[in-house]
């Protein structure tokens, strides 16, 4: 039993290999996608017999395709005999996880005739993927008014976002996320040479992302007789992270080493 949407997925035993898509999928047009796929031999070009859904309209019609009462093409075995639905197959076994063609990106269950995907917390389910879930913006975080939510990959924090203290000049919060400093005194330098205003920006970094690598770029208005510093104000992460010049203008933060666990920026 084949409806739009559904999906079969294919693999070829011991001494072949596919050649062609993994899965093919029944569209609205009531034809499968993609191309039909083969199995090789590995030692010659000469393919063998696979049952296939025909190229043309589900069900599938091809004579070399015996029908099945299962509603899931890998779903169960077929007796040769009678064509009856015999015993259950293990997809997540049969196409394992992480492999070309697997069906969950996260974690799969095998139920009789069929299977499940599931995601960690924080994530919702898209088909086989798994998007992240943005509690800010879904308003189900539980910060204080005091706080800013920050979203993170499967979770989010609550962080605390005050103006600095400089011995020269103080500062005022214009926004959730900038500070801008006070008028100065006539005639103080120090003042003078604080910076008029400062940012907070917040970036959510995966584990095992390969270094070097570019994360984003900062840049400032150049005034006449101004020197421009980048460099990192704060955060439990100075030894992944490093803050390049990358023009009169700019500074580029990048990923050094690795991130193996949680850390803040």
């Given at each position: 039993?084949?409806?739009?949407?559904?999906e079969v997925y294919f693999v070829c035993t011991s001494g072949y290999k596919l050649i062609g898509p993994r899965s093919r999928m029944c569209l609205q047009t009531q034809r499968w996608s993609g191309q039909q796929p083969e199995c090789h031999r590995t030692s010659s070009?000469?393919?063998?017999?696979?049952?296939?859904?025909?190229?043309?309209?589900?069900?599938?019609?091809?004579?070399?395709?015996?029908?099945?009462?299962?509603?899931?093409?890998?779903?169960?075995?077929?007796?040769?005999?009678?064509?009856?639905?015999?015993?259950?197959?293990?997809?997540?076994?049969?196409?394992?996880?992480?492999?070309?063609?697997?069906?969950?990106?996260?974690?799969?269950?095998?139920?009789?005739?069929?299977?499940?995907?599931?995601?960690?917390?924080?994530?919702?389910?898209?088909?086989s993927s798994c998007t992240d879930v943005n509690e800010c913006e879904t308003q189900i975080h539980n910060c204080s008014t005091q706080h800013m939510c920050v979203n993170t990959f499967g979770g989010f924090q609550c962080v605390t976002v005050s103006c600095p203290s400089?011995?020269?000049?103080?500062?005022?919060?214009?926004?959730?996320?900038?500070?801008?400093?006070?008028?100065?005194?006539?005639?103080?330098?120090?003042?003078?040479?604080?910076?008029?205003?400062?940012?907070?920006?917040?970036?959510?970094?995966?584990?095992?992302?390969?270094?070097?690598?570019?994360?984003?770029?900062?840049?400032?208005?150049?005034?006449?007789?101004?020197?421009?510093?980048?460099?990192?104000?704060?955060?439990?992460?100075?030894?992944?992270?490093?803050?390049?010049?990358?023009?009169?203008?700019?500074?580029?933060?990048?990923?050094?080493?690795?991130?193996?666990?949680?850390?803040?920026?």
């Amino acid at each position: 039993v084949f409806a739009v949407g559904h999906e079969v997925y294919f693999v070829c035993t011991s001494g072949y290999k596919l050649i062609g898509p993994r899965s093919r999928m029944c569209l609205q047009t009531q034809r499968w996608s993609g191309q039909q796929p083969e199995c090789h031999r590995t030692s010659s070009t000469t393919p063998s017999s696979l049952a296939l859904p025909s190229s043309s309209s589900p069900p599938p019609s091809s004579p070399s395709i015996r029908p099945s009462r299962c509603s899931h093409l890998w779903g169960h075995t077929i007796s040769g005999h009678n064509n009856i639905c015999t015993g259950d197959i293990d997809e997540c076994r049969v196409l394992l996880l992480g492999q070309p063609g697997r069906l969950c990106v996260h974690h799969c269950v095998n139920s009789p005739g069929s299977f499940s995907c599931f995601c960690p917390a924080g994530y919702d389910r898209d088909g086989s993927s798994c998007t992240d879930v943005n509690e800010c913006e879904t308003q189900i975080h539980n910060c204080s008014t005091q706080h800013m939510c920050v979203n993170t990959f499967g979770g989010f924090q609550c962080v605390t976002v005050s103006c600095p203290s400089r011995k020269n000049a103080t500062y005022i919060k214009t926004s959730p996320v900038c500070c801008e400093k006070n008028p100065c005194m006539q005639g103080d330098k120090g003042c003078l040479q604080t910076p008029n205003s400062i940012s907070f920006h917040f970036l959510s970094v995966v584990s095992n992302m390969s270094a070097p690598r570019v994360l984003f770029q900062v840049s400032a208005a150049r005034v006449l007789g101004d020197t421009l510093r980048f460099g990192l104000a704060g955060g439990s992460g100075h030894g992944h992270f490093s803050v390049q010049r990358s023009g009169r203008q700019t500074g580029t933060l990048l990923l050094v080493t690795p991130i193996r666990g949680p850390t803040t920026l």
